[in-house]
């Protein structure tokens, strides 16, 4: 399946202070999305100022009320001995008011390092447009230098330069704010997330998403299998015996022995193309090694050349080394439907990629 154009989206802060633990469905949803580079999600300075500055107050507040009912304890009839000790814990609590801040932003830090969002700053640019249109009543003022409307003013001018280059869409849920965005047609609005998610141009993430969660778990599946799947290499190999591979420079090398074998499945890349899993794996181990050498190469390492030769051709020696350590590279197919069968039919692809880890070679 082709992977879908990354969405651009916005979300206004009223969307984050409904989760302002970043854990609900629809933004773990996004960070997901993020993560996967399926989405992109967008935050102007505004918005997150506007965001964070609300958990800092809501924070702030409580701990305020719980330092002034810790500190009222006496009036409410408790010996003086005790409420003491409850006025130290309140002072304590109250020390701890300078770490509510940073706490906040590592939250969002967090959150926007893993759903690979960018936090835009400031730009200074925005401020002749923002100050033109207040006092000029134009977008997005509802009227003419009305203060309220500063802050969505700057987050205007950061979504008409996102959209100067990328489709956005927009989930907001205020009104005034989100008309003044109906005639740009690279702007597209929602008043909540769920109605992105539900949306024509959401259907291609969704169902490329959703594959790739498939395919997570098929190959978790798969590598549950894979003592098995090491066994059946390591088998092939043995039956194999002798073996031509291409090293980095295509020259050939003949494998005559393989020991000390170490096998490793290179996880990140297994994938599936129709009804199969492609499989890479890497194969590394000591070897007897044969290749062909030019005369005149022999003739130049003198007596260094860490090989014996015999007469090949005019031209060529046939060249013998023991304990080299190589590693090669293999392609498995595997049919997807074998992760339930008691038997894995495995295809072996030609080894390739043969590098030589010894540096005597």
Not at 115 to 125: D, F, G, R, V
Not at 353 to 358: A, E, H, Q
């Amino acid at each position: 399946m082709r992977k879908p154009s990354l969405l651009h989206v916005v979300l206004d802060s009223n969307q984050f202070r409904k989760d302002i633990t970043f854990s609900k469905t629809e933004l773990v949803y996004i960070k997901k999305l993020g993560s996967e580079n399926l989405v992109q999600l967008h935050i102007p300075w505004m918005i997150y100022k506007e965001s964070t500055s609300n958990s800092i107050k809501l924070l702030n507040d409580d701990i305020k009320i719980i330092v002034e009912k810790l500190k009222g304890f006496k009036r409410k009839g408790m010996h003086e001995l005790n409420s003491k000790e409850f006025v130290n814990i309140a002072d304590q609590i109250n020390e701890k008011l300078p770490d509510v801040t940073p706490s906040v932003e590592r939250l969002w830090s967090e959150y926007i390092k893993e759903s690979k969002a960018i936090l835009y700053e400031n730009n200074p640019k925005y401020f002749k447009p923002v100050f033109d249109n207040y006092f000029t009543g134009g977008k997005p003022f509802q009227t003419l230098k009305n203060r309220a409307d500063i802050p969505d003013a700057f987050i205007y001018q950061n979504i008409m330069e996102i959209s100067a280059k990328n489709v956005v869409y927009f989930i907001s849920e205020d009104i005034k704010f989100t008309k003044q965005f109906s005639d740009l047609s690279n702007v597209v609005v929602f008043k909540e997330i769920s109605g992105l998610f539900e949306s024509e141009c959401f259907k291609g993430v969704k169902a490329f998403y959703e594959k790739q969660v498939e395919l997570e778990v098929q190959k978790l599946a798969l590598l549950e299998r894979k003592e098995e799947i090491n066994i059946l290499v390591l088998n092939h190999i043995d039956e194999a015996d002798i073996f031509d591979i291409d090293d980095d420079d295509s020259a050939e090398t003949t494998i005559y022995s393989l020991d000390e074998i170490h096998i490793e499945i290179i996880e990140s890349e297994i994938n599936i193309i129709g009804e199969l899993f492609y499989v890479p794996i890497k194969v590394s181990g000591i070897a007897d090694i044969g290749f062909l050498i030019s005369k005149s190469e022999v003739i130049s390492m003198q007596d260094s050349a860490p090989f014996s030769v015999e007469e090949w051709n005019d031209n060529l020696f046939l060249a013998s080394q023991e304990n080299v350590r190589v590693s090669f590279n293999y392609d498995l197919t595997i049919p997807v439907s074998d992760i339930t069968e008691e038997y894995l039919d495995i295809e072996f692809g030609s080894p390739e990629n043969l590098t030589f880890d010894d540096s005597s070679n």
